[in-house]
Structure formats: C-alpha cells, structure tokens
C-alpha cells in the first residue's frame, strides 16, 4: 500500500484539479481550501459541505496531512520551542511571546548548507527540504496558534534555497483564500541568493529580512561561505533597486561579536553601503556554541553601535534575547543529536 497523499499544503489550483481528478466541480477546491485553512478541522468528515462519497474517497486516498509536536521545552521567560517531526527526521520551531505581539519562527529545511560559523543549524549540515505541508504545519499544528500575530522564517534553514516550497507556504499563509496572515505580519530572513532573491520579491509582498552581519566581504566570506557565491554588494544593489517600486519592509539582521564585527570601522562602513536604501538594523546578541572562537559582544558596545547608526540616519534596535536557557536563540536550534521520537511534555 503507498502512503497516502497529504492535502493539506496544496494551494487553491492544486486543490481545484483534485477536486476534478475525484469527479467533482472545480470549485469544490475552494471549499476544500476553506476548510484546511480557515477552520480548525482534524478530518475529511468535518467538511460537512462536501458530499459523503467524496468525503469518503478523500479519506480512503489522501491525508489531511497535520503532525502534532512531539516534544516541547519551555523556556523561563516564556518561549517555547516544538519538535515536529518529518518522516524519520525532526525540526524546531520556536513560540516567542511577548506583550501583545506573539511570533512563530518556523523552519525552511532539515538542517542547512550555507555552513555560518555561527550557526548550530549549520553543524548539523544539510539533510533534507520541508514540504509547502511540513513548513505550514509548524503553524497549524501549534498549540497557540489561535493567539499568533507574527511569523518569520528564521528557524532551522536557508528559506531561499528551498525556494519553491518557501514560495508556495507564502501564497497558502498570506492568500484571502489560505491561513489570512497579512504581508505585514509574515518576515523571511535569508542569507541573500539571487536569483532566487529576486523570485521571492517577485512573488510574495512579505517583509524581509537579510542576514549581513559584517559589510566587509572578507570578513563575510570568514563567517558566512556563501558570500563567495552570493556576494553582499550585487545583494544590496538589487535591494535598492527594487525600493524604487516596492514598498515593503526590509531590515538587516547583524549579529554582533566581540571585537569582531561591533567596531567603529564597522558602523562606518555599514552607513557607506547602507546609503540610499530604506532599512532598520536589528543587533542581535551571539550566543555561543560549541567549537566557535567567537564571543558575543557586551551591551555596551551594542548600544553603542545602535546609536551611532541612528546618528547617522539608520534606525536601528538591540533584538531581545529569548529562549537561550532552552536553545530556542537565533542560531541555536538543531536536531542532530535526535534519534527517536520523543513524548510531548506539556
């Protein structure tokens, strides 16, 4: 018997050709798309509105596809982060709450390729891409999704190098006949691929977010092999070019290191290549893994570099640390050591 095929995850085409694949109107889809989007359903037989033979063909041939957590750490100031699984491997997403905003960091891949020096994702190396399914199921399957007011793809994973199925998860989160989350509230960070960079903003009119965390390209290149492929400078030209007509919201995510990248040279020179493009600094604070000789830099110096970039015109913040006790802080989640599925213990 192979396994069945899982609904949920198809966009509305893709749901109106299997409405006529099983002998239905097309526009069952669009029901179909209700009722996997917009509602809280576990199964086919809730989709009263469908007929009882297709509800039973559905059931006998696809899945609805939803993976409940099998696993959750919580952390001391309130983030917690999920471990889904996905076939015989896991992922991490992270809940962060905080006042009135509640943000989900989900994950693009199984592991990742671009090999940050920085990155715990990145020792893990890459193992496999999310499905449109696997990524939107770190939404649907959360247990406080009801309260969600923000989603960035910031987890485990280059979203841009698994382009189609980051693309297709955007158009079934953000459509009037998807999950309804609105452009402004959804932000993918990546390294910068072009031109996979310039399909994303193309396609989608969600926020975005570059991971920079030095102007210097050999600095960039030590930290961050993919500048050797993707340099900083063709990235951010593209960036201003496309402000021109385009008026979403872009940000630069910097990690800061201990003499490393948190100096005066650096602010300099970040205002240089920063001129004429419309942007905010998030500083964001390192926190240490193993086998790394980098070392976070102090408030201080954050601070510090937050206001000399805002005196010379670029908004910048210093990002909260949140989840670092439970490894749920930019740059920590991995799941390498996992063998086997765990128990949920919530």
């Not at 390729?113 to 399957?141: D, P």
Request: some cysteine.
């Amino acid at each position: 018997m192979t396994e069945s095929k899982s609904v949920f995850g198809m966009t509305l085409g893709e749901l109106r050709l299997l409405a006529e694949r099983l002998g239905a109107p097309a526009f069952v889809g669009n029901q179909l798309a209700r009722w996997l989007y917009q509602t809280q359903v576990a199964s086919f037989d809730e989709m009263t509105d469908l007929a009882k033979p297709l509800r039973t063909r559905l059931s006998e041939d696809y899945s609805m596809g939803l993976v409940a957590p099998s696993k959750v750490d919580a952390s001391i100031d309130g983030t917690r982060k999920y471990l889904f699984p996905t076939g015989s491997k896991f992922i991490e997403a992270a809940f962060i709450p905080d006042d009135d905003r509640n943000t989900l960091c989900v994950s693009s891949q199984v592991g990742c390729k671009m090999g940050c020096l920085f990155c715990m994702t990145a020792r893990q190396g890459f193992q496999a891409q999310l499905s449109s399914m696997e990524i939107l199921n770190q939404v649907r399957s959360l247990p406080e999704m009801s309260a969600l007011t923000n989603i960035v793809y910031m987890g485990m994973g280059e979203p841009l190098d698994n382009l189609e199925n980051t693309l297709k998860s955007l158009e079934i989160l953000t459509s009037d006949w998807g999950m309804r989350f609105g452009n402004q509230r959804v932000t993918v960070s990546s390294i910068g691929m072009l031109p996979a960079l310039e399909e994303f903003f193309a396609r989608t009119q969600v926020r975005f977010a570059l991971s920079m965390h030095t102007p210097f390209d050999e600095e960039r290149q030590q930290l961050m092999p993919v500048q050797l492929v993707h340099p900083l400078q063709g990235i951010l030209k593209f960036m201003k070019s496309v402000q021109e007509s385009d008026n979403r919201r872009l940000s630069i995510e910097y990690i800061c290191f201990g003499g490393v990248n948190d100096t005066p040279r650096h602010v300099r020179e970040l205002v240089r290549i920063l001129h004429g493009l419309k942007v905010r600094v998030n500083l964001i604070r390192f926190h240490p893994i193993p086998g790394t000789p980098l070392k976070g830099s102090s408030e201080q110096s954050m601070q510090k570099m937050r206001d000399s970039l805002a005196d010379k015109g670029i908004p910048a913040t210093v990002r909260k640390s949140r989840g670092e006790d439970i490894f749920a802080a930019c740059g920590m989640l991995s799941t390498k050591a996992l063998l086997k599925p765990v128990e949920l213990d919530y």
